[in-house]
């Protein structure tokens, strides 16, 4: 009897591990099977479908460009400042993360609301209204996907060998120089996987859109906002836009493989 | 094109208090164990560290000095620094790294571009103006690192531990080549090692640091003539001894006595060289006023030569050919004399 030297799970593991790659694998299978390929191209072209296509990629390459304005200096000041209430300010940033999405579209009502705490004053002082409009679902998204962006990069911060911004300040560069000539470039891989996320979360976003920004058809109405509501009149519309979804994060998956699973 | 310091920090459990001194076209070399402070003086003076007391001064001109307020931050100040590992830029080419400064000192692209040319081929790498440091050899990334550094034309130049990253075959020539290159800068070179070979090739004078203190300072023969600390003893290689001369007799601190040649009076170290002194399988007759029984307690071969510890009331290093340590028979454990002309043993007030 030839000896094994990797050593095999014991019988009843291996059975619930294989249920439960069955478990992760159906639902997808029964997606693909389903899916009308012949019809694809017309589904895809329906006005609804079409604008949930358009809004969904403005909604989530704007939050993930918002990520990257607000996220990115925020990121800096956590990874390498002594600002006190680094901690709290960091489980705040989580937050949005671990919380219900729909309750964060709730929160963004009652504080981006038109009677809001802040919502009331960009109404009355500026005119700028957020709810129910696309600069409400991007914010809703921005909301939900952006602390993905944060930590991603304050890790690539973290690990960034801090005698490079030595060298460079012993070769006369000011902070900002520092920063764009050298510590970017350095932390480029943390950037890409960091905004890959980003746009992916805020691209499957629903609970905290719905709410804060409603579901208006060509003005806040997003692909899984349009999955849901096609999927009570239109079934083969809402197939191939969950199709477009699962390539979409097929691909993102793909790309950070050596990134998030070394093999 | 001087530097003037005396740096106070507290770090940790290490308080440091060092006064150093660099002039115009003369190296400086800070020698001491690991964790003595060497690298924390360096930060201290290019403004990556600030000071808790005293003074970095640069031609007179305060660059920090807590006393009165002053703080020129790293990036203002006219000081270059070779980091260890160099710390090269790993996204820039070797050209795009040596015109990093000038680039952000203002310099247009074009002659940032040319004067790092220049430098690049002057240290012999202008083949290598297009590769990333990781294409790089350590010698290579050096030179590279060293360009980077006096294409500022800085008034003074750091270097710490220079040649620890290097390998044992090129750092023989990469030591002399430095060398030659330091010279060629007009201002102050302070330079950071461990090794007493780069710190006797690098530098004309010596600072030696001990847990944050200088322990001795001066020119490298002045410490190999007149060690004045175990550690600096035992790193130029002498056997040194310390204790109370009456006359010739020198009473030594721990036990045992020792016969000089020469008259001195009240505390003194004393040294010899390994050289001079002789063993013996069996106790000597004779002339040598100086007899120190002990056993072998390990040998170090050193190129053509070996050095015998001998453990005993009085321990010694002595070195001899490996054709005396075959013929005495010498292996750990073996009782010797070891034997030492009074005229061989120098005494020097401690």
Partial sequence: MRRRTRSRPPIAVAILAALAVVFFTVPVVGLLQRAPWSELIDDLTDPVVRDALRLSLV????????????????????????????????????LPMVLPPVVGGVALLLAFGRRGLVGQYLDDWLGIRLPFTTWGAILAEAFVAMPFFVIVVEAGLRSLDRRYEEAAATLGARGFTTFRRVVLPLIAPSLVAGAALTWARALGEFGATILFAGNLQGETQTMPLAIFVELQTNLGGAIALSLVLLAVSVVVLVSLRDRWFPA | MSLEARVGVRLGTLALDVAIEARPGETVVLLGPN????????????????????????????????????????????????????????????????????????????????????????????DNAAARPS??????????????????????????????????????????????????????????????????????????????RVVQAGRLAELRERPRSRYVADLVGVNLYRGTADGQRIRLADRGELVAASHARGEVFAVVHPRAVALHRREPEGTPRNVLAGTVDHLDVEGDRVRVIVAGAVPVTAEVTPAAVAELELTAGAAVWASIKATEITAYPA
């Avoid at chain 2, 920090?64 to 820039?92: C, M, N």
């Avoid at chain 2, 795009?96 to 203002?106: I, K, Q, S």
């Avoid at chain 2, 790092?116 to 790498?125: K, N, T």
Wanted: some cysteine; hydrophobic content about 50%.
């Fill in chain 2, 135 to 212: 294409a790089l050899s350590g010698g290579q990334a050096q030179r590279v690192a060293l360009a980077r550094a006096l294409v500022l034309e800085p008034r003074v130049l750091l270097l710490d531990e220079p040649l620890s990253a290097l390998d044992a075959s090129t750092r023989v020539d990469t030591r002399r080549e430095l060398r030659r290159r330091l010279e060629a800068h007009e201002g102050a070179r302070v330079v950071v090692t461990h090794d007493p070979v780069d710190a006797m090739t690098l530098g004309e004078r010596v600072v030696v640091l001990e847990a944050g």
């Fill in chain 2, 35 to 126: 964790g003595a402070g060497k690298t924390t003086v360096l930060r201290v003076i290019a403004g990556l560290l600030a000071l808790d007391e005293g003074h970095v001064a640069v031609d007179g001109h305060a660059l920090d000095d807590p006393a009165k307020g002053v703080w020129i931050p790293t990036e203002r100040r006219p000081i270059s620094y070779v980091f260890q590992d160099h710390a090269l830029f790993p996204h820039l080419s070797a050209l795009e790294n040596v015109a990093f400064g000038l680039r952000a000192r203002g310099v247009r692209r074009r002659d940032a571009a040319r004067r790092s040319r220049e430098w690049l081929d002057r240290v012999g790498m202008a």
């Fill in chain 1, 59 to 94: 909604c989530s390459l704007g939050a993930t460009a918002l990520a990257f304005v607000l996220g990115l200096p925020l990121a800096w000041v956590l990874a390498r400042t002594q600002v006190p209430g680094r901690r709290v300010v960091r489980a705040l940033v989580l």
